[in-house]
């Protein structure tokens, strides 16, 4: 992890309060490039003439309207989804960081088209969690097995791969970020 590290820089990442939003964002962009998610969100928040979207304005939206923006019937799906959770009286006022990260991911995968690593980034990138690996990412496996000569697969790499992990604890989220970073060079 040291070399990686050495040769690799990190973007400055602003971490904000806004599950809602980061999820929906989330959920634009799973199987899509970055550019063509940021086009699409884009038109979704221009709907609305807002970045900063409520679950109410997305529950008084026509699914063509948020079909017309770009989003797959299954995603329109996974957008209601998402609105009705936090718009049920115990999910409005959620305080976050005062959940641990198991829990936070428990109550999010609740909602049909949120993964756990669907959770995972929101924990590292929305909600700033400093301690999260995502062993399923197959960004991270790739750099792993090139970074530490890891040749096997399925259980047997994540086993591996958690092994190495255990030693960056309690950073883990920040040494994903490397591995990444190092993968993208």
């Known amino acids: 992890m040291a070399s990686i590290i050495k040769d690799t820089k990190l973007d400055y990442i602003e971490p904000s309060p806004n599950v809602f939003n980061a999820l929906l964002s989330s959920i634009t962009s799973q199987q899509l490039s970055t550019t063509v998610a940021a086009v699409i969100y884009g038109r979704i928040c221009a709907l609305y003439k807002r970045k900063t979207l409520t679950p ?6 026509e699914r063509e309207i948020l079909r017309g923006a770009g989003l797959s019937n299954p995603k329109t799906n996974y957008f209601y989804n998402i609105a009705n959770f936090f718009n049920e009286s115990s999910n409005k006022r959620i305080q976050w ?3 641990t ?14 993964g756990k690593w669907t959770v995972q980034m929101i924990l590292m990138f ?8 995502p062993v399923d990412d197959l960004g991270i496996q790739l750099s792993i097995k090139e970074h530490y000569g890891i040749t096997s697969e399925k259980k047997e790499l994540r086993a591996e791969m958690n092994e190495i992990a255990e030693k960056w604890a309690p950073y883990r989220t920040l040494a994903s970020r490397y591995l990444w970073a190092a993968r993208d060079k």
Not at 56 to 61: D, F, Q, R, S
Not at 103 to 110: S, T, Y
Not at 126 to 133: A, I, K, Q, W
């Open 56 to 61: 109410k304005m997305i529950l008084e939206t």
């Open 97 to 99: 960081s005062r959940l």
């Open 101 to 114: 990260d198991d829990e936070i991911i428990a109550k999010l995968v609740e909602i049909k088209g949120v």
């Open 126 to 133: 929305t909600l700033d969690r400093p301690d999260v690996f």
